[in-house]
């Protein structure tokens, strides 16, 4: 199976700040890779698909970077809105994996 | 709306059974492939299955951890997908989402989740 790893666990941050969090595959995924948001009580949502491709609708302070095992999400400008739990996700091969996401709350 | 629906959720003892179901409406049901993810109180997201489309011979693929216990299924003609668990155990205690598959043009992504369904497996 492969793993994906997220750093940092958890994350503070305040309104405007640019965080990145970072995602490694066991072993190479191509750019196989999702990134998702959940709030509390809610389904995930995608945010960033093939590694790199901002998913419609989503603000364009999101994005995301990275081929084989190593991988990035950066939000550019931290909104209120954006404090929640985020997942990496490989759909290179089976078992389908998810990383153990990252909690980002507001310092 | 495009939307998905989870149903059947409720509280099993172990052993017992249980079927959820997924009712998809708003968009073309029968071309995508359908999953199933849960995730447990308090933990992460969890891969469990996925049911492919008629095109890819319905096949099916599943976690490790509910291989021969769980069986996904799908009615095209009822835009619906089911969740059959057998022999339940207690960490099979989660919140179950169907999510559609996107896999075209070489991007693959779980696009459109439902909103779970809660699974309670206790004595």
């Known amino acids: 199976d492969i793993q994906l790893t997220q750093s940092p666990s958890f994350l503070s941050a305040s309104v405007g700040d640019r965080v990145t969090i970072t995602c490694r595959a066991s072993q190479g995924i191509s750019s196989y890779l999702a990134w998702y948001q959940q709030k509390p009580g809610k389904a995930p949502e995608l945010l960033i698909y093939s590694a790199s491709t901002l998913q419609s609708g989503v603000p364009s302070r999101f994005s995301g970077s990275g081929s084989g095992t190593e991988f990035t999400l950066t939000i550019s400008s931290l909104q209120p809105e954006d404090f929640a739990t985020f997942y990496c996700?490989?759909?290179?091969?089976?078992?389908?994996?998810f990383g153990q996401g990252t909690r980002l709350e507001i310092k | 709306e495009v939307q998905l629906v989870e149903s059947g959720g409720g509280l099993v003892q172990p052993g017992g059974s249980l079927r959820l179901s997924c009712a998809a409406s708003g968009f073309t049901f029968s071309d995508h492939y359908m999953d199933w993810v849960r995730q447990a109180p308090g933990k992460g997201l969890e891969w469990v299955g996925r049911?492919?489309?008629?095109?890819?011979?319905?096949?099916?693929e599943y976690a490790a951890s509910v291989k021969g216990r769980f069986t996904i299924s799908r009615d095209d003609s009822k835009n619906s997908l089911d969740l059959q668990m057998n022999s339940l155990k207690i960490e099979d205690t989660a919140v179950y989402f169907c999510?559609?598959?996107?896999?075209?043009?070489?991007?693959?992504?779980?696009?459109?989740w439902g909103r779970g369904t809660l699974v309670t497996v206790s004595s």
């Open positions: 996700q490989q759909l290179s091969s089976y078992p389908i994996t």
């Open positions: 049911r492919r489309n008629r095109a890819n011979s319905y096949t099916a």
């Open positions: 999510a559609r598959a996107n896999i075209g043009g070489g991007s693959r992504s779980f696009d459109l």
